[in-house]
Each structure stands twice: as C-alpha cells, then as structure tokens.
C-alpha cells in the first residue's frame, strides 16, 4: 500500500459499522480542519454504497469542529437529486438534518449551466496525445463546479467498481465527470469509447484513468484533496482506504478486483442481465450490458430484463433517439456526419452496443442487444435495439441452464472469461 494511506479492507466478510467508523476517524486523524471549511463530494444514488452511516459519521467527527461540511453530488451529467431522493441517499430529511446536523449542507451538481463552473487549466493537445496513447488529442479545457473553492479542504467519498470507460470508477473519476464540465466529459467518455469497455473495464492504467489524474492536478493545486475510496460487494461494506487521489484508490481498485471481476469458463449464447433498481433509465442500467457483454460468444445475446425501465434517458433521450446506437467503428468512419455531436452520447451507444465492425457501410455487431424493458418496441427498434414483451420472459429459464447465464443485480460485478 502507498505510504500515507491508511486503511484496509476484508474480502472474506463485509466490516461491521464499528470497523468502518475507525478506518474512517484513523484515516481522518492526521488531518487538520478544525475551523476549516470542508466539502464532501459523494456519489448520486446510481452506486452502492453506506452513505447514511458515512453521513452520520462524518458529522459526529467533523462536525463540532469545522466551519462548514458541505456535500456536493457528483451527478456527472445525471438528472438532479430531488429533496425526496436525497433524503433516501444520506438518511436524513430537510428536517431531521436542520436538526441533527446543522453545519451541512447538500448541493446538486449542475453540469449545464455555464455560470456554476469554473477554469482551472487546460490540458494542451500533445499533452493529451502523450497520456492517452493518441486516443484523444484534442485540446480540452478543464471546467468544474466552481463551489470548490468555497472551501479549504475537500474530502471525495465514493465505492470503486469496474468501470467501462476509467478500468475502474473513483478516485478522480468524482472530479471529472462527477463535478465537471462537458468539455472534459465528452472527452473522458469517447476515450473511453475508442480504447473500447471490453479492453479497460478491470484495468488499472488506462488512457481514461491517466487523464483523470492529470486534470486533477489542477484541482489539487488549489485545493487539498483526502480520498475515502470504499471497496464493496453490491450493498456490503468491505474495505475503505484513506489518502491522496491515487495512493488510496489504487489500494481500492486492487481490493474491488477481487470482490467485483467474476471469471468463468466458456462464453454463453443467451445472457439474461437484470439491472439493479439504482438504476432509473437505460443510461444508467447500461451498465448492465457493459459488464456481460465479455462473456456473450460471438453471435450471442445480451437481454437486459427491467420491466420498470420506461425511457432511455431522462437526461439525453432526445440526442440518444436521434443518434441511435451503433459499434464503434460505425462512428469512427463516418466521424464527420458526428463529430459536431456531444462525445460522451456517442460513447454510451458504443458501450451499450457492444464489439463489431462496419465494413462497406454495412456495420456487424459482434453480439445483439435486446431490451426486455417497459421501453415501448417502437422506441427499441428506433435506436437500434432488439426488442421482447418482458412479459414473455420466466427469469428461471436462464437460471442453471447450459449455454444461458442469468445476472441478478447487475450494473456493478463484471463478468470475463478466464
């Protein structure tokens, strides 16, 4: 483990909430915020992970002693947490915190609007080239929630999964996109696009994870920044490292590979992918996809089965439906009639769509993706989807069935072959 952090975790059984509230007062023991002002960046409710008891502990820490604990919720470009949803992620009402923790205060993060962002540097074109291995080397400036420099200290409080674009999510990753700006959001996820999910998911180095890390640096140079990069399996507490931005989550993607990457011996023909209920459209239940499609063989089918599911994306539906989803090759060689379009849309249609090729116009998915959804056929076939009447699946037909895999809460353990 890099020096300075601390921390540590247990793959064999989750930490009682004793256990995690010491790794968080020892990880946080040497810091000096007393009378600062502190700001607490979190995730939204599309990851697992305690946050009511972290909130409650936190306070009881911090709370007598600070000037301010503030959260802010890394959205990325997802929709804002309603009063009701907010009060389900940190366990406490508008009243009940008044109340119990009056020195804190929740914010949404608010990607798009212009006046809530701030510059604080540019990541130049050669630059770009050199760390992300040519994927990328636009230009790109470095925007984020100007709330920041608000405060003294910020603390980055967030699980470290798999990721399709980062290798693994956290870390930086709570910065850009979780509290960034579009420039360096697209940025992230058509890198990420182009190096492909099924290469860097489960991947330490990255050319995504080694941008993260750069743009960081200039956030880090304003303001000090402590990491509590939690490891977990689905809804359990595991383990929780404390210290910079790269020591303490490398730790925890070390200890989340373990927990969150399954292998299995062959690839299966039909796989039936139940996305957990974090997740409320297909932009986030994606994930679902992502995650399984390793293990389809070729000519496979990945069927995402969430009858609850009604819209592709409360956020971006409109950009998804004129776009559709395709391979990635089908927008790298055609990338004029594209380029004009928000990278990050073009990214989440490569990521769901899955490997393939487009040769001579005509483009050949590695696997089919069919939505079992409330999503209506119509919507399906529109952006290029497969459609089933959810109500014609039996989940128990994928269960302990040769050449079938049925995956319950999916979105977060990523399946490959070994």
Sequence with gaps: MTPGVKGGS????PLDDGHLDKLIGDGLADLDLHGKRVLVIIPDGTRNAPMPHIYRT???????SVAALDYLIAL????????????????????????RTPRSRLFNHEWHRPEALVDVGTIDSSTM?????????KRTPVRINGRFRDYDHLLIVGPVFPHEAAGFSGGAKYLFPGIAGPDIINSVHWMGALATSSVAMGVKDTAVRRMLNRAAEF???????????????????????VGDLIGAWEAAADASAKLNIEFVDRPFESVLSVPSAMYGDLWTAAKATYKTEPIVADGGEVIVYAPRLTEVSAVHGELISGVGYHVRDYFVEQWDLFEHLPWAILAHSTHVKG???FVDGIEYPR??????????????RQVNLGYRDPATIDPDDW????????????????????
């Design 10 to 13: 247990s793959l064999d059984h």
């Design 58 to 64: 936190l306070y009881s820490l911090l709370g007598g």
């Design 76 to 99: 990325g470009t997802h929709p804002p947490m309603s009063e009701e949803a907010i009060a389900g992620l940190v366990g406490m009402d508008a009243e009940e915190r008044s109340a």
């Design 129 to 137: 080239a050199e760390i992300t291995d040519g994927l990328v080397t």
């Design 219 to 241: 956030v880090v140079a304003e303001r000090p920044i402590t990491l509590l990069a939690l490891v977990m399996k689905g809804k359990e507490t595991h383990g929780l490292y």
């Design 355 to 357: 490997l393939g090729e």
């Design 367 to 380: 696997i089919t993706v069919t939505l079992a959804t409330g999503i209506p056929e119509d919507v399906c």
């Design 399 to 418: 269960r302990e069935v040769e050449g079938r895999l049925l995956v319950e809460e999916a979105g977060e353990l990523l399946y490959r072959l070994k």
